[in-house]
């Protein structure tokens, strides 16, 4: 059996000195001919090896270089250096993989965040993405612990859909038809019937339609996948493959939906900032490094630990639409021709309204009820003043939008009707309509943009430094 190391993080964490220890990872700084400074991906923080001198031969330490893999054997004692509590002195170092340092692309010092991404098979290497991956996995299991204990399932709705009804976005088609000589209809149209599928399929753009039909039977269940949009939108917060949750309740409306969804972002920030400590620190800092780069009036006000407790303790702020289009035209910014579109009522609200809502005036999380149906989909459901649905966004400071969701339309006649006036395929949706026809219930549900959430708990700027391997327009490398 080769794996008996013990882990860096616990070792750290262990009382036990003076024992014989495994410790495996990869070199980050090696000084003197004589510390090696030593990572294994489960702490930000190295373990200190002490190589005894004269024990090794100069061919030998020369192959200690940066990245290279390690097995080392040795003692754990008390460490007199400053920094570090523990250190190892090595019986053996066996090198499992020498990494050469005229061609390794990383170096000991801070890369730009663009060049990383070029190497980003590599970037795990670094102590910020190491952090960021390690958050990534704690905020995604406190998903599905939240909605365990909240008795919601699990629910795994297709990654191929044949409904391109949702109206969420651009889609990817799937298909296995020859780009020449594609088989033709007599009017020129694609012949899809010669299809995989027999129809015309896509990647999913939501797994929302699927999630109300078994809500409507389960009553509460929650779908985390991976999300495609074909939206050709380069932004610092759209990926063409993201990964969404995304809750469906039965017997909830709008009010019970806000409040599930602010219950749900706190407790998956709670649950990374009880388990991620070091890696939120670490996080913090970079970002401080970081803002006193900027003039000081575009400098955040709060350390990012301070705005994730700041987020937990503090009420969302609630107000509808209507009012958030009278405070944005109230603004002094409004007022001197600051926003770069016009503000009235009926306009979708752009994200530099919507970080004037959070960021400038209310300075939290605001949710947003009420938004004007020509705006929204198809099956919002409708409120009593015809102009408007039970829709409701979430939007975080320096994100924007990070949760959209809905009371769901449950009366037949009405979201048929609104189907109508969208030009919506009523025939094609007979399934998701049956729900509405075989008893039908309030429901509601939401969709959150799991990066954007990684994004606002890292303090990331860029949504493609908080997924493994981004995918945006013309790129997908790795
Ligand atoms: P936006 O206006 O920011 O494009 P949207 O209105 O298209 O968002 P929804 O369709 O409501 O978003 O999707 C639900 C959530 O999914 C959003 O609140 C957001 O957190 C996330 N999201 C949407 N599009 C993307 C994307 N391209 N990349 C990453 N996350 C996204
Ligand atoms: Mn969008």
Same mark, same amino acid.
């Given at each position: 059996?080769?794996?008996?190391?013990?882990?860096?993080?616990?070792?750290?964490? /262990?009382?036990?000195?003076?024992?014989? =220890?495994?410790?495996?990872?990869?070199?980050?700084?090696?000084?003197?001919?004589?510390?090696?400074?030593?990572?294994?991906?489960?702490?930000?923080?190295?373990?200190?090896?002490?190589?005894?001198?004269?024990?090794?031969?100069?061919?030998?330490?020369?192959?200690?270089?940066?990245?290279?893999?390690?097995?080392?054997?040795?003692?754990?004692?008390?460490?007199?250096?400053?920094?570090?509590?523990?250190?190892?002195?090595?019986?053996?170092?066996?090198?499992?993989?020498?990494?050469?340092?005229?061609?390794?692309?990383?170096?000991?010092?801070?890369? /730009?965040?663009?060049?990383?991404?070029?190497?980003?098979?590599?970037?795990?290497?670094?102590?910020?993405?190491?952090?960021?991956? #390690?958050?990534?996995?704690?905020?995604?299991?406190?998903?599905?612990?939240?909605?365990?204990?909240?008795?919601?399932?699990?629910?795994?709705?297709?990654?191929?859909?044949?409904?391109?009804?949702?109206?969420?976005?651009?889609?990817?088609?799937?298909?296995?038809?020859?780009?020449?000589?594609?088989?033709?209809?007599?009017?020129?149209?694609?012949?899809?019937?010669?299809?995989?599928?027999?129809?015309?399929?896509?990647?999913?753009?939501?797994?929302?339609?699927?999630?109300?039909? %078994?809500?409507?039977?389960?009553?509460?269940?929650?779908?985390?996948?991976?999300?495609?949009?074909?939206?050709?939108?380069?932004?610092?917060?759209?990926?063409?493959?993201?990964?969404?949750?995304?809750?469906?309740?039965?017997?909830?409306?709008?009010?019970?939906?806000?409040?599930? %969804?602010?219950?749900?972002?706190?407790?998956?920030?709670?649950?990374?900032?009880?388990?991620?400590?070091?890696?939120?620190?670490?996080?913090?800092?970079?970002?401080?490094?970081?803002?006193?780069?900027?003039?000081?009036?575009?400098?955040?006000?709060?350390?990012?630990?301070?705005?994730?407790?700041?987020?937990?303790?503090?009420?969302?702020?609630?107000?509808?639409?209507?009012?958030?289009?009278?405070?944005?035209?109230? /603004?002094?910014?409004?007022?001197?021709?600051?926003?770069?579109?016009?503000?009235?009522?009926?306009?979708?609200?752009?994200?530099?309204?919507?970080?004037?809502? =959070?960021?400038?005036?209310?300075?939290?999380? =605001?949710?947003?009820?009420?938004?004007?149906?020509?705006?929204?989909?198809?099956?919002?459901?409708?409120?009593?003043?015809?102009?408007?649905?039970? %829709?409701?966004?979430?939007?975080?400071?320096?994100?924007?939008?990070?949760?959209?969701?809905?009371? #769901?339309?449950?009366?037949?006649?009405?979201?048929? /009707?609104?189907?109508?006036?969208?030009?919506?395929?009523?025939?094609?949706?007979?399934?998701?309509?049956?729900? #509405?026809?075989?008893?039908?219930?309030?429901?509601?549900?939401?969709?959150?943009?799991?990066?954007?959430?990684?994004?606002?708990?890292?303090?990331?700027?860029?949504?493609?430094? =908080?997924?493994?391997?981004?995918?945006?327009?013309?790129?997908?490398?790795?």
């Amino acid at each position: 059996m080769f794996n008996k190391r013990v882990k860096i993080k616990d070792l750290l964490a /262990s009382e036990a000195r003076n024992q014989e =220890v495994v410790v495996m990872g990869w070199v980050r700084t090696f000084r003197n001919n004589q510390f090696i400074a030593l990572n294994d991906g489960s702490t930000n923080n190295n373990v200190q090896i002490v190589v005894g001198l004269g024990l090794y031969d100069d061919s030998f330490l020369k192959r200690i270089t940066t990245s290279a893999s390690l097995k080392v054997t040795g003692e754990v004692v008390e460490s007199l250096g400053k920094g570090q509590k523990i250190e190892v002195k090595a019986k053996s170092i066996e090198i499992l993989g020498d990494s050469d340092a005229e061609k390794f692309p990383l170096q000991p010092k801070k890369h /730009s965040l663009e060049f990383l991404r070029e190497i980003a098979h590599l970037r795990f290497r670094t102590n910020t993405f190491g952090a960021v991956f #390690r958050i990534r996995h704690s905020l995604a299991f406190a998903v599905h612990r939240f909605f365990n204990e909240k008795g919601f399932f699990y629910l795994h709705t297709p990654i191929i859909t044949a409904s391109d009804a949702e109206g969420a976005g651009e889609m990817f088609k799937v298909s296995t038809l020859p780009f020449d000589n594609t088989p033709r209809n007599e009017d020129g149209s694609i012949n899809f019937k010669e299809d995989f599928f027999g129809r015309a399929t896509n990647l999913t753009v939501s797994g929302q339609l699927e999630g109300e039909l %078994a809500a409507t039977a389960l009553s509460e269940i929650y779908t985390f996948g991976p999300t495609f949009r074909a939206e050709n939108s380069n932004t610092a917060r759209h990926l063409a493959e993201f990964w969404m949750i995304e809750p469906e309740m039965a017997f909830y409306d709008i009010e019970d939906n806000m409040n599930l %969804a602010e219950e749900f972002i706190k407790y998956i920030i709670k649950y990374a900032m009880d388990n991620n400590k070091e890696d939120l620190e670490f996080l913090a800092q970079r970002m401080e490094d970081e803002e006193k780069q900027k003039p000081q009036t575009e400098r955040s006000e709060m350390g990012l630990v301070e705005k994730l407790e700041f987020v937990i303790n503090n009420n969302f702020e609630r107000i509808t639409y209507t009012e958030a289009i009278d405070i944005l035209v109230n /603004s002094n910014h409004y007022k001197k021709k600051k926003f770069q579109y016009d503000v009235k009522w009926g306009i979708d609200l752009q994200s530099e309204h919507e970080r004037f809502l =959070v960021e400038k005036h209310f300075k939290k999380p =605001v949710i947003v009820t009420g938004y004007p149906k020509e705006i929204k989909a198809f099956y919002m459901r409708q409120n009593d003043d015809g102009k408007t649905v039970a %829709a409701m966004d979430i939007l975080a400071p320096g994100i924007g939008e990070i949760v959209g969701g809905s009371q #769901r339309e449950e009366r037949l006649e009405k979201l048929e /009707s609104r189907m109508r006036e969208m030009h919506i395929p009523i025939e094609e949706m007979w399934w998701y309509l049956d729900t #509405r026809r075989f008893g039908t219930v309030p429901h509601a549900g939401f969709g959150l943009g799991f990066e954007r959430m990684v994004q606002f708990v890292t303090g990331m700027t860029n949504i493609r430094d =908080v997924i493994a391997f981004p995918r945006t327009p013309k790129n997908a490398e790795f």
